[in-house]
């Protein structure tokens, strides 16, 4: 299996992919814990450290663990909301059976659930900022090979699951 979950801030990445990791047994991790545990953080200093040290090493950073991962050739992953740039979609394409899931869930529930997390520079920028990051990213999201609605669809989350672990390209 090689499946990432990506999608927007507070499309609910994170539970998701907890959801799955307690029942994948292997290779799994979250982008942003990964990238804090690297930098000797805890995951919710990760955001300070970005402010601290810019958006252009946090990018690099997470584009080389991309690389790193798509070039082990396995695993379940989840992304950072950016992660899915355009620069890094390309890099997928050299990687067939690395495969993409999107939680796409409206920016209003994201916003929702986010708005008052002070850990999140993007999040701290205001909503309408917000708002305006999603729509340009939203056309790249859509590049994912498959999408899941992140409105906490339970049944629809696990029958995604069971029919992609017994058969990873559906
Ligand atoms: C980012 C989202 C964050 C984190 C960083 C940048 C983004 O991850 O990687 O703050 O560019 O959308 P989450 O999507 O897990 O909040």
Redesign the pocket.
Known sequence: MHLYIL?????G??TLFKKWQSQYEGLAF???HE?ARRLGLRPDE??QW?EENG?DD?RTK?SELLVETLKKGEGLY??????FSKENIEKFNSFPKAETLWLNTPVEICWDR?KE?R?????KQGKDEFFS?YKA?ESQYSKSKYQLSGENNLPEWEEFWKNYVINPSL
Do not use: A
Not at 7 to 11: E, L, W
Not at 78 to 83: E, I, N, P, Q, V
């Open positions: 999608g927007f801030m507070g499309s990445k994170t979250d982008f942003d990238l990760l955001g970005i958006w946090f997470e989840c992304l950072g909301g950016g992660t986010v997390d850990n999140r520079p993007l999040v990051l990213r």
